[in-house]
C-alpha cells in the first residue's frame, strides 16, 4: 500500500512558476511508475505527465510539453512537477498518482492517488 501526499499548490500570476511535491509513504515507492494528473472544475481529469520507475523516462502531455517537468528521488520516496510559464488554463486540483509497472497516461491505470493541491493561475 502507498499513501501519496501533495503539496506546493497556491496561486501564482500568469507566467509564474510553482513546484508540486508529492510525498510517498511505504517501501515501495521505487517499484512505482508515478503519474500527475489535474481536474479543472466542470471537466474530466487529464494527464499531465508521468515518469518510469527509474527516472529514466518521462512522458507529458502537449498542453504543458516544454513548460512542466516531472522529477523523483527514490531516496526520499517523491515526485515533483516543476510547473513555469504558468497559464490561467492550468488551474485545477492537481493529483498525483502511483502505479506497479510502467507509467501510463490513462488515470483508471493508477492504483494509489493522493488528496489533490489546487493551483490557481490569475491572468
Known amino acids: 500500500q502507498v499513501q501519496l501526499v501533495e503539496s506546493g499548490g497556491g496561486l501564482v500570476q500568469a507566467g509564474g512558476s510553482l513546484r508540486l511535491s508529492c510525498a510517498a509513504s511505504?517501501?515501495?515507492?521505487?517499484?512505482?511508475?508515478m503519474g500527475w494528473f489535474r481536474q479543472a472544475p466542470g471537466k474530466e481529469r487529464e494527464f499531465v505527465a508521468a515518469?518510469?520507475?527509474?527516472?529514466?523516462?518521462?512522458y507529458y502531455a502537449d498542453s504543458v510539453k516544454g513548460r512542466f517537468t516531472i522529477s523523483r528521488d527514490n531516496a526520499k520516496n517523491t515526485v515533483y512537477l516543476q510547473m513555469n510559464s504558468l497559464k490561467p488554463e492550468d488551474t485545477a486540483v492537481y493529483y498525483c498518482?502511483?502505479?506497479?509497472?510502467?507509467?501510463?497516461?490513462?488515470?483508471?491505470?493508477?492504483?494509489?492517488w493522493g488528496q489533490g493541491t489546487q493551483v490557481t493561475v490569475a491572468s
Open positions: 498518482a502511483g502505479r506497479s509497472g510502467a507509467a501510463a497516461s490513462n488515470w483508471s491505470a493508477y492504483n494509489y
Open positions: 511505504g517501501r515501495t515507492f521505487s517499484s512505482n511508475a
Open positions: 515518469i518510469a520507475r527509474s527516472g529514466s523516462t518521462t
